[in-house]
């Protein structure tokens, strides 16, 4: 799989994505005409948690992009102490000029979610829609906050005595956390071959050198958010579904309505629709609910006289053999809906 150098502030970064259009799983530039969906992940877990979109026929008659953001996966770029919103989302802006990208649909999921909202803010013209799964809350609740500071502060005492040993139990434990966040218990054969995935690259972007990076990617990153002022928000003009998950232990549907209520205040068409039952990455665990939802909304939004080719059967993932190597089972967090046309 790809990646492009990208402008950053610290010169030019090396960014992995990932592109399929509806006949080719690892493709290198768009079908010209076709809407394009950018997808956007959560923190801890890079590109791959959007395998069972990649595997699903209806949302491959789309284009499908994604990226490794800094600190995550396969992406070299540093993050800088001050990486934020506002500089993940210009990342994303920079990708999409490098693979010539139209005006596409976005969906974020968690910290992806507060990203795509920054892109529609500084370049309106550049997006169509967005499906906001988990959006973060205006600002970080404490006990939330606190949660995350407690995921770090465990994965760095994993390294105590490195590089003479790492503390498996310490490690453990800070993962036990992310899993906490993202699943709720509600963990599937998918998600374990997430983690498993993400292990050892975590390993590698988050090594005691670049604790500093982790910190703020996996900390700083939420605290240092502020509502969006209403003049920024005002130059939005596409559509967004704030899509809450149900059984989210971070982030009660209070906090979607809060948002929910900005974004009207600034007279954007905005919904909040809701997955019951679904943890925070409720992507993973309720894929047939979320897929279905997210290709209703993308095909709602469509540009008028955009046509789009019929579903086709076996369409592959680009991440499946990846994670079958960590143990995801065949036909795993695919798409169980009908083919063909729809």
């Not at 606190?146 to 993962?175: K, M, N, T």
Request: aromatic content about 8%; some cysteine.
């Amino acid at each position: 799989m790809p990646s492009l150098d990208l402008p950053t502030a610290n010169g030019l970064g090396r960014f992995h994505y990932t592109l399929s259009t509806p006949e080719d799983a690892d493709a290198t530039a768009i079908v010209a005409g076709l809407p394009t969906l950018v997808l956007l992940h959560p923190v801890y877990i890079g590109s791959h948690i959007f395998h069972p979109i990649f595997a699903d026929p209806r949302l491959r008659r789309f284009n499908l992009v994604t990226m490794d953001l800094r600190g995550h996966g396969q992406t070299s770029a540093d993050v800088e102490d001050t990486y934020g919103r506002e500089t993940g989302a210009k990342d994303v802006l920079n990708l999409m000029a490098a693979l010539k990208l139209p005006a596409c649909h976005l969906m974020g999921v968690s910290m992806g979610a507060c990203m795509a909202l920054q892109v529609a803010a500084l370049d309106p013209e550049k997006v169509l829609s967005m499906f906001m799964l988990s959006p973060l809350p205006l600002q970080e609740p404490p006990e939330s906050a606190e949660g995350r500071q407690e995921i770090y502060d465990c994965w760095v005492a994993g390294f105590a005595d490195y590089p003479d040993r790492v503390d498996d139990s310490a490690l453990e434990d800070a993962v036990y956390g992310a899993v906490q966040l993202a699943f709720n218990n509600q963990n599937t054969n998918l998600g374990s071959a997430l983690i498993s995935h993400a292990l050892p690259s975590g390993i590698r972007n988050w090594s005691p050198d670049k604790f500093s990076a982790f910190h703020t990617a996996s900390v700083k990153f939420f605290l240092n958010r502020f509502p969006l002022p209403k003049s920024q928000l005002e130059r939005i003009r596409a559509p967004i579904a704030l899509v809450h998950c149900s059984d989210d232990v971070a982030y009660p549907i209070s906090y979607s309505e809060e948002l929910l209520t900005s974004l009207r205040s600034a007279q954007l068409d905005a919904r909040i629709y809701t997955i019951e039952g679904a943890p925070h990455f409720g992507n993973v665990t309720h894929v047939k609910e979320t897929n279905t939802m997210l290709y209703d909304f993308v095909l709602s939004n469509l540009t008028p006289g955009i046509a789009i080719p019929a579903a086709q059967s076996g369409v592959k993932s680009p991440f499946a053999a990846d994670l079958m190597a960590f143990g995801l089972e065949e036909g795993d967090g695919e798409s169980d809906s009908d083919e063909g046309d729809y």
